[in-house]
């Protein structure tokens, strides 16, 4: 069951060159091959329906002042953590350092349009167990804001 209310998460990640889960792999393609030439996707052109075996491990989170915001968290992701995000801010969900991380990776992604992976695990006790993978990329909303959209992925 999830909990309405999240405790503080808190994970350890390191950088890697190329997505090895075939989720990000898959969902890295799709972007690829809908985002603008050098840009960011377009949300007007992400197609949920195009994507559908991916779509429990899927986030978007879009900026809110200097924080992100998860528009949309799958339930794969809230189910493994035990927490539900959808709607937190990076603040509500981790520390203030982890969550300032978080957020200046997620700016960085936005502004370049370079995909970041990350592999990592949770440092929850009840968490340790989980290895997981995390694929964010630039998503552009129709405002003209820049946000995330990511695919997490476990390894089992």
Request: overall charge negative.
């Amino acid at each position: 069951m999830l909990k309405e209310e999240p405790k503080t998460l808190d994970y350890t990640s390191g950088p890697v060159e190329e997505p090895g889960h075939p989720n990000n792999k898959a969902l890295l393609s799709y972007w690829n091959k809908h985002r603008q030439t050098g840009g960011a996707l377009a949300r007007l052109d992400f197609d949920p329906l195009h994507i559908p075996k991916l779509l429990q491990g899927l986030f978007i989170a879009e900026p809110v002042g200097t924080d992100f915001r998860f528009r949309l968290v799958g339930s794969q992701i809230e189910e493994r953590i035990q927490h539900k995000l959808t709607g937190k801010t990076l603040h509500d969900i981790y520390a203030d350092d982890l969550a300032q991380q978080t957020a200046d990776m997620y700016r960085q992604v936005a502004t370049s349009c370079k995909p970041m992976i990350v592999r990592g695990h949770y440092d929850q006790e009840t968490l340790k167990h989980i290895e997981f993978e995390a694929l964010h990329m630039a998503l552009e909303f129709e405002d003209g804001s820049r946000g995330i959209l990511g695919g997490q992925f476990a390894f089992d």
